[in-house]
T-cell receptor, first 111, second 112 residues
Framework: RKEVEQDPGPFNVPEGATVAFNCTYS??????FFWYRQDCRKEPKLLMS???SGNEDGRFTAQLNRASQYISLLIRDSKLSDSATYLC????????????FGKGTSLLVTP | NAGVTQTPKFQVLKTGQSMTLQCAQD?????MSWYRQDPGMGLRLIHY???????DQGEVPNGYNVSRSTTEDFPLRLLSAAPSQTSVYFC???????????FGDGTRLSIL
């Protein structure tokens, strides 16, 4: 079983739509969670950390469900510029390195 | 703000050649790592370091060496380039194990 799993998509949505991605992780000892955004062949950039109580940054909302071992990312009022691949990252801070990346979910926002 | 700096940005090598990809960070981060990214494969960890003088293998270490003589620098050496090593290479750093990573803008490497 893979450590971090994401639906690769692509998710094709019209401008203004709301879209949600989920990411499941297998290690219940995981401590830290992040969403990254990656544009085509460029470096991943941190979008937001995910906190236990859930957190919001503008149009973006992240949630953590420890019981079911998944995190989610909700994007409201999608913009053309939101088109990218979204990577889920899970850290197990009890081990030496253990920063696990999902393969990403591709989002295409269309006019 | 320099952050994580990778050089070169592009490189073409012939099979069998060796080279070093450079990575430097100016944030005094303890953790540094090297990834390769291939189409459909996601990011795969090559080697990582949790501090100066300490390195360890990741998921795909074969054909690569690293060293960490200073906190700032973490070079990746290709010993004898092979076409299978054609990829985009990203260096990343983070302050602590529970902190997010900062990535360099990548080195696009082609092996002919």
């Amino acid at each position: 079983r893979k450590e971090v799993e994401q639906d690769p998509g692509p998710f094709n949505v019209p401008e203004g739509a709301t879209v949600a991605f989920n990411c499941t992780y297998s290690n219940s000892a995981s401590q830290s969670f992040f969403w990254y955004r990656q544009d085509c062949r460029k470096e991943p950039k941190l979008l937001m950390s995910v906190y236990s109580s859930g957190n919001e940054d503008g149009r973006f909302t992240a949630q953590l469900n420890r019981a079911s071992q998944y995190i989610s990312l909700l994007i409201r009022d999608s913009k053309l510029s939101d088109s990218a691949t979204y990577l889920c990252v899970v850290a197990d801070t009890l081990s030496g390195y253990a920063l696990n990346f999902g393969k990403g979910t591709s989002l295409l926002v269309t006019p | 703000n320099a952050g994580v700096t990778q050089t070169p940005k592009f490189q073409v090598l012939k099979t069998g050649q060796s080279m070093t990809l450079q990575c430097a960070q100016d944030m005094n981060h303890e953790y540094m790592s090297w990834y390769r990214q291939d189409p459909g494969m996601g990011l795969r960890l090559i080697h990582y370091s949790v501090g100066a003088g300490i390195t360890d293998q990741g998921e795909v270490p074969n054909g690569y060496n690293v060293s960490r003589s200073t906190t700032e620098d973490f070079p990746l050496r290709l010993l004898s380039a092979a076409p299978s090593q054609t990829s985009v290479y990203f260096c990343a750093s983070r302050e602590q194990s529970n902190q997010p990573q900062h990535f360099g803008d990548g080195t696009r490497l082609s092996i002919l």
